[in-house]
C-alpha cells in the first residue's frame, strides 16, 4: 500500500526555516542547523535517513523549495535527496507555471499546476509503478516546504507525519504549522539521536 508521507525538519519552535530564506539562502540564517542530522555520523541519523530514502517511490516538493535545490547552490552529484544518498526517485513539483529550464536534468521532474491533490495524484501513481518495479512498497514523500505539507494535512492528504526535531530555537523564519484544519495524531516511534529526535505519527 502507497502511502503519503509528510516528512520534514522542523525546530523547537516550530520553524522548517530560519528567517530570511531564498533561493541562494534556501534554510535561511541559522537554518542549516534544522539539517545537521541528515549529515551526522550518528548510527541511528543514518539509519533513518537510509531507510526513510529507501522507501521514497515518488516526492512532492513545492515551487519554492524546488528553485532552491535546482538552483546555484543547490542538489548536486554528491547531495540531494536524502542529503548524501543522492536518491533519483520521480520529483513531482506543484507550481502556478512550470520553469522554462532545469538545471539538475538527470532526475525525473514533473511540473504540476492543477493543484496539490492532482500532484499528490501523480505522485501516487508515479509511487505505485517504482513498487512494482523495485518489488517493495515505495511511499509518496512530502517534502515540503512548509506551506505545502501545511496545505496537504489541511486537505487531508496526508496518512503520515515524520517531523526530525532539531535542538535549535530559530525565533523566526518559516512556520511548519499557522492554523488550519485541526487533526488527531497518534504516535507511532520517537528516535532520539545526538542531533534531533525523530518523531512518526500516524494521521486520522
Not at 543514518?46 to 515551487?63: D, I, N, P
Not at 554528491?78 to 548524501?84: E, F, L, P, Q, S
Not at 511511499?139 to 515524520?162: C, F
Amino acid at each position: 500500500m502507497t502511502r503519503i508521507i509528510a516528512d520534514i525538519s522542523v525546530s523547537l519552535d516550530g520553524f522548517v526555516t530560519g528567517p530570511d530564506p531564498g533561493p541562494d539562502n534556501g534554510l535561511g540564517t541559522g537554518g542549516e542547523a534544522l539539517h545537521t542530522w541528515a549529515f551526522s555520523d550518528d548510527p541511528d541519523d543514518r539509519r533513518v535517513l537510509r531507510e526513510a530514502t529507501a522507501r521514497s517511490g515518488a516526492v512532492v516538493l513545492g515551487r519554492t523549495l524546488f528553485d532552491v535545490v535546482d538552483g546555484p547552490n543547490g542538489w548536486d552529484d554528491t547531495v540531494g535527496y536524502g542529503a548524501a544518498e543522492a536518491a533519483k526517485p520521480a520529483f513531482v513539483v506543484l507550481t502556478s507555471s512550470p520553469p522554462e529550464s532545469v538545471r539538475l536534468t538527470g532526475l525525473d521532474w514533473t511540473f504540476i499546476t492543477t493543484g496539490l491533490p492532482d500532484a499528490v495524484t501523480v505522485a501516487r501513481e508515479r509511487a505505485e509503478v517504482a513498487s512494482s518495479h523495485s518489488g517493495s512498497n515505495l511511499d509518496v514523500v512530502l517534502m515540503g516546504g512548509g506551506a505545502t505539507i501545511g496545505s496537504a494535512l489541511d486537505a487531508g492528504l496526508v496518512d503520515v507525519l515524520t517531523l526530525h526535531l532539531a535542538p535549535v530555537v530559530l525565533g523566526s523564519g518559516t512556520p511548519l504549522f499557522t492554523g488550519g484544519t485541526p487533526r488527531t495524531l497518534v504516535q507511532r516511534t520517537v528516535i532520539p539521536t545526538s542531533t534531533a529526535t525523530h518523531l512518526t505519527y500516524d494521521v486520522l
